[in-house]
C-alpha cells in the first residue's frame, strides 16, 4: 500500500507545485484491461484515458521513484489535476549540468537530437557517463537527483546561486561546456499539432462519445433523418473546433517564431566573438548585444554597458526602459543574483532592445541566464498552451446537474425495460428503447448553447475596446464584489503637471517656486539634479522615458544630446549622454561650457522607491552624486543637519492636498576618484551622506470619469481599493476626491515598525485629520497582546490605510489580524509590485471575488492574480491580463462587470432551458412509451433543430443593462430560488402534458388511430379489430395516433413557453423584447405551430407523422397550452419576488450565518466594542505594564512585556 513517504513533492513552494508518484507496469493488470477493453468494446479505454490516476493504477503497481517507468503527477492547487507521464533516460557526463566546469567540448549534438547525445571530449577528459532519469511535462523537463530522491527543474544559471560579483568574474567570458543536453535548445517551440492528432483528441471528448453512441443508437431505430442531422451539427462543430484552436496554435507559433531563432554574436574569450544561431545559446553563455538593438532571445543579465528596451511585450507597457550593468563590487555585488530583485539589469526574452549606450572599442555585453520555455517569455506561451481550468462554481454546479439528468434517465431506463418486458416486447427493442431514453434526457447541444452567451458577450466587450484573452472569466465579471486600483495612469492621469518647486537651502526651507527655468536657478544643485537625474533617451530624434521624467526634464527647458557613434570615437567621453542649460542661459550668463555628462546611472527601483546618478561638469576635476525618489527615503540617505526641521509638516501639508512631491539630493565625491573607479562602486555607498536640496511638487489630476465609475460602483455595493506605490497622505487625499472615502468618513493610518534590539514589532492606530472631524490620538499596540482585534462600527464609518513596510509587517507578525484589516483597508500605500499580488490572494482567502484594474507595469503579478485582471493599455491584448482595455480609463470595469452579469444570467437561462428541454421531451417519450409508441424522427428533428436550436442561440443575445443596481446574480445553480424555479417548471409541464394525454383519451371520438381513421369526421363508423389491424400493418412503431399528436403540440408550446419564461432581462439584461432575433423566432414558432394546428395542412401533418383532430380538441389544446403559459409566468413571477423569503421560512434559515468567510467576519467583528481601536483606550492585562504619555494632543499608549 502507497504511504506518504511514497509520494513527494516538486516545484514546491510554487505555483506549478505538484505531487509525484512512481509505477512500474504490471503484466497480469495490463491482461485484465485488456479483456475488459473488448468485452467493453473499447469503452474501457476510454474510461481510462479520461481518468490518468485509474489508467495508471489500473494497468501498473506502485514503486519507487528512482525505479519508475511511469509517474503520476496531482496538482496541490484547488483543481487537484492528475497527469500522467512517461519515464525516459539519457546518458550525460554528469549528474547535473553544472557539475564539471573543466570539461571542454569538442563538439557540439546536432539541432534536435540533444536528448540522446553528449558532447565528445578528449579520452583523457571524458568523465564516466552516468544514466539519468528525466520526464517532461508542460514543455519543462524534470532530472533525477539522487541526493534529494526526487525529481527537480533545472532553470539556468541561478541554479548555482552565483552571487553578481561571480557572473563578472567566472562568466564574462562565457561558458564553453555543452549544456545543450540538459537544457536543450534554446527556442519556445510551439508545435502546432497535425490536424488528424487534434481530429482524434476533439472526437475522444466524452461530449462527441455520447453523441456517436446516440447515432449508433438512432440508426438501429432507423431514426437516419434525425441520426444524419446530429452527425452533419457535430461534423461543424468539429470542423468549428478544430479551425478555432489550429489557427490559435497557428496564431501563437508565428508570434514566437518571428524572433525565436535569430542569429547572435556569442563571446568566446575576452576579444573573440563568433556568429551563431540564438538556438545554439545555453546558460553561462556570453552575448553582444548590437548597437542597433535586438530582439532578445533569451533572459540574459547585462554585465557591461547599458541598453534601452521596450518590454511592452511583457508589462504591456510601451514606455521604454533603461537597463544598467549588473553590480561588480560592494555589498550588492556580493548578493546572489535574483531574476526579480535585479530586474533592472535583466534583458527578458521576447523584449526588444531599442539602443545601446556603448564605451569607445567595448562590447554591449550580457551573460545568458534562461533559454527556451524557462524565461520569463517561455513561462507565458507555456501558461497560455496549458491554461489552468477556470474555477467558478456555475460550471461546477453544472456538472452536478447532468448527473441528477442521468439519475433521471436511469429512472426512465428502467421504467422503460419493465413497461416493455410486461408487454412482452421483444429484446432488441427493449434495449433499444431503454438507451433511447439517456440520448433524450442528457440534452446534446447543451455545451455549444452555454457558449454561445459567452461568445456574444465577448463580441460586445469588444465593440466597446475591451479585449479578452481568456472568455471564460467574463462569467466571473458578474460576481466581482471588490476591485482593486492602481492610482497612476489609472485613477489620476498619466501625464503630471509640475505645481512648484520647494528649494532647502542652509538647512531650511525657502518660499516655494512656480518652476526651475529661471536664470539665477540654472547653476543651482537643484535644477542640475532635475536636468540629469533621469532615465530618458532619444529613439529616432524624440525623447522617449517615463513620462514623470518627461515633465520634470521639460520644466528645466536643458536640451539633452547623445552623440553619434563616430562622435565617441574621435572624442572619447565617458558617457554619450549629455545635458545642457538652454542656448540664451549659456549666451547671457556663462561665456563657459556648462554641459554634464551623465556617467553612470542607477535606474529607478521600486523596491529601493529611488534612482540616482553620477554626473561629472565639463571642466570639473571632481564628480557629483544626484538622487530623487520619495520624500521618507531621500531624508534617511541625507545628513540630518541638512534637512528642513520643518520637513515632515511640509510634506504632510503637500500631500494632504493631493500633490505627488519627490525629494532631490545630491554628494560631492571625491576628486581622486576616476571613471573606472565609480563604474565599480556599489549603489549603497555612493547613495549615503547625501545633502538634501529640496522637493518638486507634481500636480497629479484625477481622471474625468473616475469619480463617476467610484459612485456607481459603490451604489451598487461592489466595494473598491486603491493599491498604489505613491505616498501614503497623497492616496488618501486622492481617495477622499474621488469619492473612494466620502467627507465624513475617517481614515485611521495602520502603521507597524518591524522588532527592533530589545523591542518586539508594534502597531500604530493614527486617526487623519479630515474635514469632518478633528484629529484622533494614537495608540500602540503590542502584538504579542492583541490576538483578536476585531472590525465594524454601526455609528460611524471608517477606513484603514497601510503602507508597504506595514503591511510586511503585520503578515509577518500580525497574521491574526491581515484578514480583519482588509475588510475595512481601503488605500494601501509604498506597496510594492509582489505585495500587490500578496494582497489580492488575502483577499481572495476571505470570500472576495476580487477584479484589479491597472496600467500593467507594476500591476502584472496583481492581474494575473485576481479572478478579473483589467489593463489599461494601448495594446490590443496583453499577455499580463486576461481583459485588456484600450481606453485608458476606468470606464471600462463598470462595462465589463455589467457584461459579466448578462453572460452570467444568460449562462443560467440557457441551462435552465436546456435542462427542461430534456426533461418536457422525457415526460413525453415516457407518457407515449406506456401505449407503446414514441415521438416520430421528423418530430424529433422539428423540436431539437427548428424549435430547440433557434431559441437557444437567440435567446443569448440579450444585451446588459444599461445600470449596475445592488443586486448580485446568482452565482450556484444548486440554489434554493433556482430549484425552485426549475422544480415548479417541471411539474407545470408534467401536470398539463399528462392532463392532455388522459384527456384526449376520454374524448367520444378517440380510438386506436388507423389509416382508416378519420377523427375530423366523427360520424364515419369504423370497427376496433379493423382499427387495430390497420395499426399494425401499417405503423409498427406506431408514432401516428392521437395521444402522439396531442403531446407533440403542448410540448412544443412548452419548449417555448420556459424560453419565454426564464429570458430574463431586468436588472442583468435588456428586456427580452429588445432582443429582436430572440422576439422574432418566438413569434415565427409560435404563429407556425398555431396555423398548422388550427388549420391543418396534409403534407405537414404527414412530414410530422401527426393526425387530423377534431376542431374542437384542437381549441381545447390551444386553451390547455394558454393554461400552461400562464401559469408558468406566474409562477416565475411567484418565484422571483418571493421564492427565496418562502424557502428560508420554509427551512428555518432566517438566521443563517453567512457562507462567505468576509460577511461572516464584519458580523463578528460588528458586536466587538474595541474595534476599531479608539484613542485613550487602555487593555489591561495581568502580564503587562501600560506607559501612557501625552504628547502634542496625540496619546501614544506603549505595551511592554513585564519582567515576571
Same mark, same amino acid.
Given at each position: 500500500m502507497k504511504t506518504r513517504e511514497d509520494v513527494k513533492i516538486i516545484n514546491q513552494g510554487l505555483e506549478d507545485e505538484m505531487e509525484v508518484s512512481g509505477y512500474r507496469p504490471c503484466l497480469w493488470k495490463l491482461a485484465l484491461v485488456g479483456?475488459?477493453?473488448?468485452?467493453? $468494446?473499447?469503452?474501457?479505454?476510454?474510461?481510462?484515458?479520461?481518468?490518468?490516476?485509474?489508467?495508471?493504477?489500473?494497468?501498473?503497481?506502485?514503486?519507487?521513484?528512482?525505479?519508475?517507468?511511469? %509517474?503520476?503527477?496531482?496538482?496541490?492547487?484547488?483543481?487537484?489535476?492528475?497527469?500522467?507521464?512517461?519515464?525516459?533516460?539519457?546518458?550525460?557526463p554528469g549528474r547535473k549540468p553544472f557539475e564539471d566546469l573543466d570539461v571542454k567540448p569538442r563538439g557540439q549534438p546536432p539541432n534536435g537530437d540533444f536528448g540522446h547525445q553528449v558532447c565528445s571530449v578528449p579520452d583523457e577528459q571524458l568523465p564516466q557517463e552516468q544514466q539519468i532519469q528525466y520526464f517532461t511535462h508542460h514543455n519543462f523537463r524534470y532530472y533525477w537527483n539522487d541526493a534529494i530522491q526526487n525529481f527537480e527543474f533545472y532553470q539556468g544559471l541561478e541554479d548555482v546561486k552565483v552571487s553578481c560579483a561571480h557572473i563578472h568574474s567566472e562568466h564574462s567570458r562565457g561558458l564553453t561546456k555543452a549544456l545543450r543536453l540538459f537544457f536543450g535548445e534554446n527556442e519556445i517551440a510551439v508545435r502546432v499539432p497535425s490536424l488528424f492528432k487534434l481530429l482524434i483528441k476533439e472526437v475522444l471528448n466524452p461530449f462527441y462519445i455520447f453523441q456517436l453512441f446516440s447515432v449508433v443508437l438512432w440508426s438501429a431505430e432507423d431514426y437516419y433523418y434525425y441520426a444524419t442531422a446530429i452527425v452533419f451539427m457535430s461534423v461543424i462543430s468539429i470542423a468549428t473546433s478544430l479551425y478555432t484552436i489550429r489557427k490559435q496554435y497557428v496564431m501563437l507559433h508565428d508570434m514566437v517564431a518571428s524572433h525565436s531563432v535569430v542569429r547572435v554574436s556569442v563571446c568566446r574569450g575576452d576579444k573573440d566573438t563568433e556568429q551563431t544561431m540564438s538556438t545554439e545559446l545555453v546558460p553561462g553563455d556570453v552575448i553582444a548585444i548590437p548597437a542597433n538593438g535586438m530582439v532578445m532571445p533569451c533572459d540574459a543579465v547585462l554585465f557591461q554597458g547599458t541598453c534601452v528596451v521596450n518590454e511592452s511585450m511583457l508589462t504591456g507597457e510601451s514606455v521604454p526602459v533603461t537597463k544598467t550593468s549588473l553590480p561588480s563590487s560592494g555589498d550588492e555585488a556580493a548578493r546572489r543574483y535574483n531574476m526579480e530583485e535585479h530586474k533592472r539589469h535583466t534583458l527578458f526574452c521576447g523584449t526588444h532592445v531599442i539602443q545601446t549606450r556603448f564605451y569607445t572599442g567595448e562590447l554591449v555585453k550580457a551573460v545568458v541566464i534562461r533559454t527556451g520555455f524557462s524565461t520569463e517569455k517561455g513561462q507565458l506561451v507555456c501558461s497560455i498552451l496549458h491554461p489552468k481550468p477556470t474555477d467558478f462554481r456555475l460550471y461546477r454546479d453544472a456538472y452536478l446537474f447532468l448527473l441528477c439528468l442521468v439519475g433521471v434517465a436511469g429512472i426512465g431506463f428502467v421504467y422503460t425495460i419493465?413497461?416493455?418486458?410486461?408487454?412482452?416486447?421483444? &429484446?432488441?427493442?427493449?434495449?433499444?428503447?431503454?438507451?433511447?431514453?439517456?440520448?433524450?434526457?442528457?440534452?446534446?447541444? %447543451?455545451?455549444?448553447?452555454?457558449?454561445?452567451?459567452?461568445?456574444?458577450?465577448?463580441?460586445?466587450? *469588444?465593440?466597446?475596446?475591451?479585449?479578452?484573452? /481568456?472568455?471564460?472569466?467574463?462569467?466571473?465579471c458578474g460576481q466581482l464584489n471588490l476591485v482593486c486600483f492602481d492610482k497612476t495612469g489609472t485613477l489620476t492621469e498619466d501625464g503630471l503637471d509640475l505645481w512648484g518647486i520647494h528649494r532647502a537651502e542652509h538647512s531650511s526651507f525657502v518660499a516655494p517656486e512656480p518652476g526651475p527655468a529661471e536664470e539665477r536657478l540654472v547653476k543651482s544643485a537643484f535644477v542640475a539634479c532635475m536636468a540629469t537625474c533621469h532615465s530618458l533617451t532619444k529613439i529616432e530624434g524624440e525623447l522617449s522615458g517615463d513620462p514623470l521624467d518627461l515633465k520634470m526634464f521639460a520644466a528645466t527647458c536643458w536640451v539633452l544630446e547623445e552623440p553619434t557613434e563616430e562622435e565617441t570615437a574621435l572624442h572619447n567621453p565617458l558617457m554619450p549622454t549629455v545635458v545642457r542649460p538652454p542656448r540664451r542661459f549659456l549666451l547671457t550668463l556663462f561665456p563657459q561650457s556648462c554641459e554634464m555628462g551623465i556617467v553612470r546611472q542607477f535606474p529607478f527601483s521600486s523596491a529601493l522607491q529611488r534612482m540616482s546618478v553620477v554626473v561629472r561638469r565639463l571642466g570639473d576635476k571632481h564628480m557629483e552624486v544626484f538622487l530623487k525618489g520619495a520624500p521618507e527615503v531621500v531624508a534617511g540617505l541625507c545628513k540630518p543637519n541638512s534637512v528642513p526641521q520643518n520637513f515632515t509638516e511640509t510634506l504632510e501639508s503637500y500631500t494632504r492636498q493631493g500633490f505627488r512631491v519627490i525629494a532631490l539630493a545630491h554628494r560631492q565625491l571625491e576628486s581622486k576618484l576616476s571613471w573606472h573607479k565609480v563604474q565599480t562602486l556599489s549603489r549603497d555607498l555612493i547613495e549615503t551622506n547625501m545633502e538634501f536640496l529640496g522637493l518638486i511638487v507634481m500636480q497629479n489630476k484625477i481622471k474625468q470619469e473616475t469619480a463617476g465609475v467610484l459612485t456607481e460602483l459603490r451604489r451598487a455595493?461592489?466595494?473598491?481599493?486603491? @493599491?498604489?506605490?505613491?505616498?501614503?497622505?497623497?492616496?488618501?487625499?486622492?481617495?477622499?476626491?474621488?469619492?473612494?472615502?466620502?467627507? !465624513?468618513?475617517?481614515?485611521? @493610518?495602520? +502603521?507597524?515598525?518591524?522588532? $527592533?534590539? /530589545?523591542?518586539?514589532?508594534c502597531i500604530t492606530w493614527r486617526y487623519v485629520e479630515n474635514p469632518a472631524q478633528t484629529a484622533r490620538d494614537d495608540q500602540v499596540i503590542n502584538p504579542q497582546i492583541s490576538t483578536s482585534l476585531p472590525i465594524l462600527v454601526e455609528e460611524e464609518m471608517y477606513h484603514f490605510a497601510l503602507n508597504g513596510r506595514a503591511f510586511a509587517v503585520i503578515t509577518e507578525h500580525f497574521p491574526q489580524l491581515i484578514q480583519k484589516l482588509a475588510l475595512r483597508?481601503?488605500?494601501?500605500?509604498?506597496?510594492?509590485?509582489?505585495? *500587490?499580488?500578496?494582497?489580492?490572494?488575502?483577499?481572495?482567502?476571505? +470570500?472576495?471575488?476580487?477584479?484589479?484594474?491597472?496600467?500593467?507595469?507594476?500591476?502584472?503579478?496583481?492581474?494575473?492574480?485576481?479572478?478579473?485582471?483589467?489593463?489599461?493599455?494601448?495594446?490590443?491584448? /496583453?499577455?499580463?491580463?486576461?481583459?485588456?482595455?484600450?481606453t485608458s480609463n476606468i470606464s471600462c470595469v463598470p462595462n465589463l462587470i455589467r457584461e459579466g452579469r448578462a453572460a452570467l444570467i444568460t449562462s443560467f437561462c440557457v441551462f435552465k432551458f436546456m435542462a427542461l428541454?430534456?426533461?418536457?421531451?422525457?415526460?413525453?417519450?415516457?407518457?407515449?412509451?406506456?401505449?407503446?409508441?414514441?415521438?416520430?424522427?421528423?418530430?424529433?428533428?422539428?423540436?431539437?433543430?427548428?424549435?430547440?436550436?433557434?431559441?437557444?442561440?437567440?435567446? /443569448?443575445?440579450?444585451? &446588459?443593462? *444599461?445600470?449596475?443596481?445592488?443586486?448580485?446574480?446568482?452565482?450556484?445553480l444548486i440554489s434554493g430560488p433556482l430549484l425552485c424555479s426549475v422544480l415548479t417548471q417541471i411539474l407545470t409541464c408534467l401536470a398539463f402534458q399528462v392532463l392532455a394525454f388522459y384527456l384526449v383519451q376520454q374524448q367520444s371520438w378517440y380510438e386506436t388511430w388507423t389509416p382508416q381513421s378519420d377523427a375530423c369526421n366523427v360520424s364515419r363508423p369504423s370497427s376496433f379489430s379493423d382499427r387495430r389491424n390497420g395499426t399494425t400493418s401499417h405503423d409498427h412503431k406506431n408514432i401516428r395516433n392521437y395521444e402522439n399528436t396531442s403531446l407533440f403540440y403542448v410540448s412544443s408550446f412548452q419548449y417555448l413557453a420556459v424560453a419565454i419564461v426564464f429570458s430574463k432581462g431586468k436588472p442583468f439584461r435588456q428586456p427580452s423584447y429588445k432582443n429582436w432575433p430572440f422576439m422574432l423566432s418566438c413569434v415565427g414558432l409560435y404563429s407556425f405551430l398555431l396555423f398548422i394546428m388550427l388549420y391543418p395542412i396534409s403534407a405537414i401533418?404527414?412530414?410530422?407523422?401527426?393526425?387530423?383532430?377534431?376542431?374542437?380538441?384542437?381549441?381545447?389544446?390551444?386553451?390547455?397550452?394558454?393554461?400552461?403559459?400562464?401559469?408558468?409566468?406566474?409562477?416565475?413571477?411567484?418565484?422571483?419576488?418571493?421564492?427565496?423569503?418562502?424557502?428560508?421560512? %420554509?427551512?428555518?434559515?432566517?438566521?443563517?450565518?453567512?457562507?462567505?468567510?468576509?460577511? !461572516?467576519?464584519?458580523?463578528?467583528?460588528?458586536? +466587538?466594542?474595541?474595534?476599531?481601536?479608539?484613542?485613550?483606550?487602555?487593555? #489591561?492585562?495581568?502580564?503587562?505594564? #501600560?506607559?501612557?504619555? *501625552?504628547?502634542?494632543?496625540?496619546?501614544?499608549?506603549? %505595551?511592554?512585556l513585564s519582567a515576571t
Open positions: 479483456v475488459g477493453a473488448v468485452c467493453s $468494446g473499447g469503452l474501457l479505454l476510454l474510461l481510462l484515458y479520461w481518468l490518468p490516476e485509474w489508467g495508471v493504477k489500473g494497468t501498473c503497481t506502485h514503486t519507487s521513484l528512482s525505479d519508475a517507468h511511469t %509517474l503520476l503527477l496531482r496538482t496541490k492547487d484547488e483543481f487537484r489535476q492528475w497527469f500522467r507521464v512517461r519515464v525516459h533516460r539519457m546518458l550525460a419493465v413497461l416493455s418486458i410486461m408487454n412482452k416486447v421483444s &429484446a432488441k427493442t427493449i434495449i433499444i428503447e431503454s438507451l433511447d431514453i439517456i440520448t433524450i434526457t442528457v440534452p446534446p447541444a %447543451l455545451p455549444a448553447a452555454m457558449t454561445a452567451g459567452i461568445v456574444y458577450a465577448q463580441r460586445r466587450l *469588444k465593440r466597446v475596446g475591451i479585449f479578452c484573452i /481568456s472568455p471564460q472569466r467574463i462569467n466571473m455595493n461592489i466595494r473598491t481599493l486603491m @493599491v498604489t506605490g505613491d505616498n501614503m497622505l497623497t492616496a488618501i487625499s486622492v481617495a477622499r476626491d474621488c469619492g473612494m472615502v466620502r467627507p !465624513h468618513e475617517n481614515v485611521i @493610518v495602520v +502603521d507597524a515598525a518591524p522588532p $527592533g534590539d /530589545s523591542c518586539p514589532p483597508a481601503t488605500v494601501f500605500a509604498r506597496m510594492a509590485p509582489d505585495q *500587490k499580488t500578496q494582497l489580492v490572494e488575502i483577499l481572495q482567502g476571505i +470570500d472576495y471575488i476580487v477584479g484589479m484594474c491597472g496600467d500593467g507595469a507594476n500591476d502584472c503579478g496583481a492581474l494575473k492574480r485576481a479572478h478579473s485582471g483589467i489593463s489599461l493599455s494601448e495594446l490590443e491584448a /496583453s499577455v499580463a491580463s486576461p481583459f485588456t482595455s484600450s428541454y430534456s426533461i418536457i421531451q422525457y415526460i413525453s417519450v415516457i407518457l407515449l412509451y406506456w401505449i407503446l409508441s414514441n415521438l416520430g424522427d421528423f418530430q424529433f428533428l422539428f423540436i431539437d433543430l427548428v424549435i430547440i436550436l433557434i431559441i437557444a442561440f437567440t435567446m /443569448s443575445l440579450n444585451p &446588459a443593462w *444599461k445600470d449596475l443596481v445592488r443586486q448580485r446574480p446568482p452565482s450556484s401533418d404527414n412530414f410530422l407523422e401527426i393526425v387530423c383532430v377534431p376542431h374542437d380538441w384542437r381549441v381545447t389544446l390551444v386553451i390547455i397550452i394558454a393554461a400552461n403559459a400562464i401559469l408558468s409566468f406566474m409562477l416565475e413571477v411567484a418565484n422571483d419576488s418571493w421564492g427565496a423569503l418562502f424557502l428560508s421560512r %420554509l427551512f428555518c434559515q432566517r438566521n443563517k450565518p453567512p457562507k462567505v468567510l468576509y460577511r !461572516h467576519l464584519a458580523l463578528e467583528l460588528q458586536e +466587538d466594542a474595541d474595534w476599531p481601536p479608539k484613542p485613550s483606550t487602555v487593555t #489591561f492585562f495581568c502580564s503587562l505594564i #501600560f506607559v501612557v504619555c *501625552k504628547e502634542n494632543y496625540s496619546c501614544f499608549i506603549s %505595551l511592554r
